[in-house]
Protein backbone atom coordinates (compact mmCIF):
# COMPACT_ATOMS: atom_id res chain seq x y z
CA UNK A 1 0.00 0.00 0.00
CA UNK A 2 1.55 2.83 -0.84
CA UNK A 3 1.56 6.57 0.78
CA UNK A 4 -1.46 7.63 -0.89
CA UNK A 5 -3.60 4.93 -1.02
CA UNK A 6 -5.49 5.42 2.41
CA UNK A 7 -8.16 7.09 4.27
CA UNK A 8 -7.34 10.29 5.00
CA UNK A 9 -9.21 12.95 6.36
CA UNK A 10 -7.14 15.35 4.49
CA UNK A 11 -8.96 13.55 1.53
CA UNK A 12 -12.41 13.94 3.25
CA UNK A 13 -11.82 17.85 3.71
CA UNK A 14 -10.58 18.11 0.34
CA UNK A 15 -13.67 17.09 -1.24
CA UNK A 16 -15.64 18.73 1.00
CA UNK A 17 -13.98 21.98 -0.29
CA UNK A 18 -14.06 20.63 -3.89
CA UNK A 19 -17.48 19.64 -3.48
CA UNK A 20 -18.72 23.01 -2.22
CA UNK A 21 -17.28 24.64 -5.10
CA UNK A 22 -18.65 22.36 -7.29
CA UNK A 23 -22.17 23.03 -5.90
CA UNK A 24 -21.38 26.78 -5.98
CA UNK A 25 -20.20 27.38 -9.50
CA UNK A 26 -20.67 24.45 -11.39
CA UNK A 27 -17.22 23.78 -12.69
CA UNK A 28 -16.38 19.88 -13.16
CA UNK A 29 -14.64 18.34 -10.13
CA UNK A 30 -12.04 17.11 -12.85
CA UNK A 31 -11.08 21.12 -13.03
CA UNK A 32 -10.39 21.78 -8.91
CA UNK A 33 -9.50 17.50 -7.69
CA UNK A 34 -7.16 16.94 -9.89
CA UNK A 35 -4.90 19.59 -9.26
CA UNK A 36 -5.11 19.35 -5.44
CA UNK A 37 -3.94 15.69 -5.73
CA UNK A 38 -1.20 16.39 -7.84
CA UNK A 39 0.28 19.79 -6.09
CA UNK A 40 -0.69 19.53 -2.92
CA UNK A 41 -0.56 15.77 -1.92
CA UNK A 42 1.78 14.07 -4.44
CA UNK A 43 0.50 11.94 -6.34
CA UNK A 44 1.39 10.61 -9.71
CA UNK A 45 -0.45 12.09 -12.18
CA UNK A 46 -1.72 8.64 -13.08
CA UNK A 47 -3.03 7.97 -10.16
CA UNK A 48 -4.61 11.52 -9.63
CA UNK A 49 -6.60 11.40 -12.88
CA UNK A 50 -8.24 7.62 -12.55
CA UNK A 51 -9.30 8.40 -9.10
CA UNK A 52 -10.57 11.71 -10.09
CA UNK A 53 -12.52 10.43 -12.78
CA UNK A 54 -14.56 7.76 -10.74
CA UNK A 55 -14.89 10.58 -8.18
CA UNK A 56 -16.18 12.24 -11.38
CA UNK A 57 -18.58 9.58 -12.15
CA UNK A 58 -20.33 9.48 -8.99
CA UNK A 59 -20.82 13.23 -8.35
CA UNK A 60 -22.13 13.10 -12.19
CA UNK A 61 -24.81 9.98 -11.54
CA UNK A 62 -25.83 12.20 -9.03
CA UNK A 63 -26.60 14.81 -11.23
CA UNK A 64 -28.08 12.79 -14.18
CA UNK A 65 -30.96 12.18 -11.50
CA UNK A 66 -31.57 15.69 -10.72
CA UNK A 67 -31.76 16.37 -14.40
CA UNK A 68 -33.48 13.59 -15.12
CA UNK A 69 -36.02 14.45 -12.63
CA UNK A 70 -36.85 17.81 -13.86
CA UNK A 71 -36.40 16.90 -17.58
CA UNK A 72 -33.34 18.83 -18.49
CA UNK A 73 -31.78 16.27 -20.70
CA UNK A 74 -31.88 16.40 -24.64
CA UNK A 75 -30.48 12.79 -25.50
CA UNK A 76 -29.85 13.63 -28.57
CA UNK A 77 -26.62 15.68 -27.94
CA UNK A 78 -25.98 12.80 -25.42
CA UNK A 79 -25.79 10.26 -27.93
CA UNK A 80 -23.92 12.51 -30.22
CA UNK A 81 -21.17 13.51 -27.71
CA UNK A 82 -21.28 9.74 -26.98
CA UNK A 83 -20.38 8.63 -30.04
CA UNK A 84 -17.23 10.26 -30.35
CA UNK A 85 -16.28 10.33 -26.61
CA UNK A 86 -16.49 6.52 -26.03
CA UNK A 87 -14.23 5.82 -29.23
CA UNK A 88 -11.61 8.80 -27.62
CA UNK A 89 -11.47 7.77 -24.08
CA UNK A 90 -10.48 4.11 -25.59
CA UNK A 91 -8.32 5.29 -27.88
CA UNK A 92 -6.49 7.51 -25.11
CA UNK A 93 -6.48 4.82 -22.98
CA UNK A 94 -4.92 2.45 -25.01
CA UNK A 95 -2.14 5.33 -25.81
CA UNK A 96 -1.44 5.68 -22.30
CA UNK A 97 -1.10 2.39 -21.22
CA UNK A 98 1.90 1.82 -23.72
CA UNK A 99 3.86 5.09 -22.35
CA UNK A 100 6.23 3.77 -18.82
CA UNK A 101 5.52 4.88 -15.72
CA UNK A 102 7.86 7.78 -15.23
CA UNK A 103 7.04 9.06 -18.84
CA UNK A 104 3.20 9.15 -18.25
CA UNK A 105 4.06 11.73 -15.51
CA UNK A 106 6.14 13.81 -17.58
CA UNK A 107 3.32 13.56 -19.91
CA UNK A 108 -0.10 13.49 -18.32
CA UNK A 109 1.26 16.70 -16.05
CA UNK A 110 1.96 18.26 -18.82
CA UNK A 111 -1.10 17.51 -20.33
CA UNK A 112 -3.05 18.40 -16.86
CA UNK A 113 -1.48 21.94 -17.18
CA UNK A 114 -2.46 22.96 -20.67
CA UNK A 115 -6.02 22.06 -20.26
CA UNK A 116 -6.34 23.70 -16.74
CA UNK A 117 -4.80 27.03 -18.71
CA UNK A 118 -7.02 26.68 -21.55
CA UNK A 119 -10.34 26.01 -18.90
CA UNK A 120 -9.10 29.03 -17.24
CA UNK A 121 -8.90 31.05 -20.16
CA UNK A 122 -12.83 29.91 -21.55
CA UNK A 123 -14.42 29.85 -17.93
CA UNK A 124 -13.45 33.87 -17.64
CA UNK A 125 -14.20 34.71 -20.99
CA UNK A 126 -17.35 32.46 -21.44
CA UNK A 127 -19.56 35.58 -22.19
CA UNK A 128 -17.49 37.12 -24.34
CA UNK A 129 -16.98 34.01 -26.45
CA UNK A 130 -20.43 32.93 -26.60
CA UNK A 131 -21.50 36.85 -27.39
CA UNK A 132 -18.76 37.26 -30.58
CA UNK A 133 -19.70 33.31 -31.68
CA UNK A 134 -23.87 34.27 -31.78
CA UNK A 135 -22.78 37.59 -33.57
CA UNK A 136 -21.02 35.47 -36.42
CA UNK A 137 -23.36 33.05 -36.24
CA UNK A 138 -26.19 35.64 -37.28
CA UNK A 139 -24.35 37.02 -40.45
CA UNK A 140 -24.06 32.96 -41.49
CA UNK A 141 -26.92 30.36 -42.88
CA UNK A 142 -28.03 28.66 -39.82
CA UNK A 143 -26.17 24.75 -39.56
CA UNK A 144 -28.44 22.04 -40.23
CA UNK A 145 -29.43 19.11 -37.91
CA UNK A 146 -26.50 16.63 -39.85
CA UNK A 147 -23.62 19.20 -39.73
CA UNK A 148 -24.31 20.01 -35.95
CA UNK A 149 -24.94 16.28 -35.12
CA UNK A 150 -21.73 15.78 -36.66
CA UNK A 151 -20.29 18.86 -34.91
CA UNK A 152 -21.16 17.34 -31.73
CA UNK A 153 -19.54 14.28 -32.41
CA UNK A 154 -16.17 15.56 -33.18
CA UNK A 155 -16.69 17.93 -29.47
CA UNK A 156 -17.34 14.22 -27.96
CA UNK A 157 -13.84 12.95 -29.70
CA UNK A 158 -12.20 15.91 -28.36
CA UNK A 159 -14.01 16.00 -24.86
CA UNK A 160 -13.18 11.94 -24.85
CA UNK A 161 -9.08 12.94 -25.23
CA UNK A 162 -9.11 15.34 -23.04
CA UNK A 163 -11.30 14.11 -20.05
CA UNK A 164 -9.69 10.71 -19.97
CA UNK A 165 -5.93 12.24 -20.07
CA UNK A 166 -6.62 15.14 -17.51
CA UNK A 167 -9.69 14.41 -16.24
CA UNK A 168 -10.63 18.34 -16.63
CA UNK A 169 -12.58 19.68 -19.18
CA UNK A 170 -16.06 18.23 -19.64
CA UNK A 171 -18.58 20.87 -18.20
CA UNK A 172 -16.31 24.12 -18.93
CA UNK A 173 -14.64 23.60 -22.21
CA UNK A 174 -17.89 21.30 -23.19
CA UNK A 175 -20.83 23.39 -21.91
CA UNK A 176 -19.19 26.46 -23.57
CA UNK A 177 -19.07 24.93 -27.17
CA UNK A 178 -22.71 23.54 -26.74
CA UNK A 179 -24.03 26.93 -26.47
CA UNK A 180 -22.78 28.26 -29.47
CA UNK A 181 -23.81 24.86 -31.62
CA UNK A 182 -27.62 25.32 -29.74
CA UNK A 183 -28.09 28.67 -28.88
CA UNK A 184 -32.15 27.92 -29.26
CA UNK A 185 -31.97 25.57 -26.24
CA UNK A 186 -32.12 26.34 -22.48
CA UNK A 187 -28.45 26.54 -20.71
CA UNK A 188 -30.27 23.59 -18.28
CA UNK A 189 -30.82 21.80 -20.72
CA UNK A 190 -26.66 21.76 -22.43
CA UNK A 191 -25.55 21.50 -18.52
CA UNK A 192 -27.65 18.27 -18.10
CA UNK A 193 -26.81 16.85 -21.30
CA UNK A 194 -22.92 17.50 -20.48
CA UNK A 195 -23.12 15.79 -17.07
CA UNK A 196 -25.31 13.12 -18.59
CA UNK A 197 -22.53 12.43 -21.30
CA UNK A 198 -19.95 12.60 -18.59
CA UNK A 199 -21.43 9.57 -16.77
CA UNK A 200 -20.05 6.89 -19.23
CA UNK A 201 -17.58 8.72 -20.31
CA UNK A 202 -15.98 9.01 -17.04
CA UNK A 203 -16.93 5.41 -15.96
CA UNK A 204 -15.20 3.94 -19.00
CA UNK A 205 -11.93 5.80 -18.76
CA UNK A 206 -11.79 5.66 -15.00
CA UNK A 207 -12.43 1.84 -15.57
CA UNK A 208 -9.78 1.79 -17.68
CA UNK A 209 -6.91 3.40 -14.91
CA UNK A 210 -8.14 0.80 -12.33
CA UNK A 211 -7.39 -2.01 -15.00
CA UNK A 212 -4.05 -0.19 -15.32
CA UNK A 213 -3.35 -0.08 -11.41
CA UNK A 214 -3.95 3.55 -11.01
CA UNK A 215 -7.23 4.42 -8.76
CA UNK A 216 -6.47 4.49 -5.19
CA UNK A 217 -9.83 3.26 -3.66
CA UNK A 218 -9.64 4.36 0.05
CA UNK A 219 -8.46 7.65 -1.19
CA UNK A 220 -11.68 7.89 -3.53
CA UNK A 221 -14.13 6.87 -0.47
CA UNK A 222 -12.70 9.63 1.28
CA UNK A 223 -12.40 12.16 -1.14
CA UNK A 224 -16.42 11.03 -1.72
CA UNK A 225 -17.04 11.61 1.98
CA UNK A 226 -16.52 14.92 1.64
CA UNK A 227 -17.54 15.78 -1.49
CA UNK A 228 -21.78 15.13 -0.82
CA UNK A 229 -22.34 17.65 1.69
CA UNK A 230 -19.83 19.72 0.24
CA UNK A 231 -22.00 19.83 -3.08
CA UNK A 232 -25.09 20.27 -1.37
CA UNK A 233 -23.71 23.60 0.96
CA UNK A 234 -22.31 24.78 -1.88
CA UNK A 235 -25.54 24.47 -4.36
CA UNK A 236 -27.85 26.10 -1.05
CA UNK A 237 -25.38 29.11 -0.96
CA UNK A 238 -24.78 29.41 -4.82
CA UNK A 239 -27.84 31.68 -5.49
CA UNK A 240 -26.79 34.24 -3.33
CA UNK A 241 -23.31 34.42 -4.52
CA UNK A 242 -22.53 36.90 -7.46
CA UNK A 243 -21.02 34.94 -10.40
CA UNK A 244 -19.69 37.89 -11.81
CA UNK A 245 -16.90 37.60 -8.53
CA UNK A 246 -17.02 34.16 -8.68
CA UNK A 247 -16.20 33.24 -12.33
CA UNK A 248 -12.68 35.30 -12.81
CA UNK A 249 -11.65 33.99 -9.08
CA UNK A 250 -12.03 30.59 -10.22
CA UNK A 251 -10.43 31.40 -13.48
CA UNK A 252 -7.78 32.84 -11.87
CA UNK A 253 -6.92 29.53 -9.12
CA UNK A 254 -7.15 27.55 -12.29
CA UNK A 255 -4.55 29.11 -14.50
CA UNK A 256 -2.32 29.61 -11.23
CA UNK A 257 -2.25 25.16 -10.80
CA UNK A 258 -1.70 25.16 -14.66
CA UNK A 259 1.02 27.60 -14.74
CA UNK A 260 2.61 25.86 -11.84
CA UNK A 261 2.39 22.03 -13.63
CA UNK A 262 3.93 23.72 -16.70
CA UNK A 263 6.60 25.88 -15.34
Known amino acids: MGPTDSFDLLYTL ?94 LTL ?20 RLSLNIQRKRAPLTDLQRAIATTVLGFALGVMVTASSVGAGAMGVTILLLLYPFLKLSDLVGSDIVHAVPLTLIAGAG ?15 LLGSIPGVIGGSLIAPRMPERYLRPALAAVLAAAGLKMLF
Open 111 to 130: ILGIVLVVVAVVLAFRPLIV
Open 209 to 223: YWYLGEVKPLMLSAL
Open 14 to 107: SGLVVGFLIGLTGVGGGSLMTPILVLVFGVHPASAVGTDLLFAAATKIVGTGIHGWKGTIDWKIVRALGLGSVPAAILTLYFISGVDHGAQSTM
